[in-house]
């Protein structure tokens, strides 16, 4: 065997361990996560927001349905309809899924920034274990809250993808459906939050 060759073959040994020890430790998440993060940085995922005038100028508004049952990470049972009159920011997200994992940070620290501004986090898990999202919410030290469905979702919010975000204005119409990881630590989605109340 030649020396190239058998430096070959160690280098992908070595990845490959490497790979193989992060699925078996569950670390894959978390690292995916954080390279990902380094994708919302370049600011090439932020939601396409456009000033809200112009969007009631060109399209009817879309009653978002507010019939949702959560259960938060206390135990408490909560009704999405209780929030009628806030900007609700709602979130699928679960513990499993990288991209969800690397919008997280931004997340919580939008929600730090304008949570006394009647903006209400929906930060919904479908985790199979919400005990998991617990867990995972603790030990990254977010503080906004947790929940998970306690009944069917009303098919507006039937996705296939996640993460996926949708921003309900104070009126309780939908302003913004967003597919896919995104940056809302921006200056411009505070502004555009703002702007629903």
Request: with cysteine; hydrophobic share 40%.
């Amino acid at each position: 065997m030649n020396k190239k060759l058998k430096k070959n073959l160690i280098e992908y040994g070595i990845i490959g361990a490497v790979i193989i020890g992060l699925f078996v430790t569950g670390l894959h998440t978390e690292v995916f996560g954080f390279l990902q993060r380094g994708i919302l940085a370049t600011g090439i995922m932020d939601p396409k927001i456009e000033d809200k005038a112009d969007i009631a100028s060109v399209t009817p508004a879309k009653g978002a349905v507010l019939d949702l049952n959560l259960i938060n990470s206390k135990g408490e049972k909560v009704n999405m309809e209780q929030y009628r009159g806030k900007v609700i920011f709602l979130n699928f997200w679960a513990t499993w899924c990288p991209p969800c994992i690397a919008e997280m940070p931004g997340i919580n620290k939008l929600y730090q920034d304008v949570k006394d501004d009647n903006v209400e986090f929906i930060m919904l898990s479908v985790d199979q274990n919400f005990e998991k999202a617990k867990k995972f919410k603790e030990r990254k030290g977010y503080d906004f809250e947790i929940y998970r469905a306690a009944g069917p979702i009303p098919q507006m919010y039937s996705t296939r993808s996640i993460p996926t975000t949708y921003v309900i204005d104070a009126n309780g119409n939908l302003a913004l459906t967003h597919l896919g990881m995104g940056d809302f630590y921006t200056k411009d989605f505070k502004q555009f939050l703002t702007e629903l109340q």
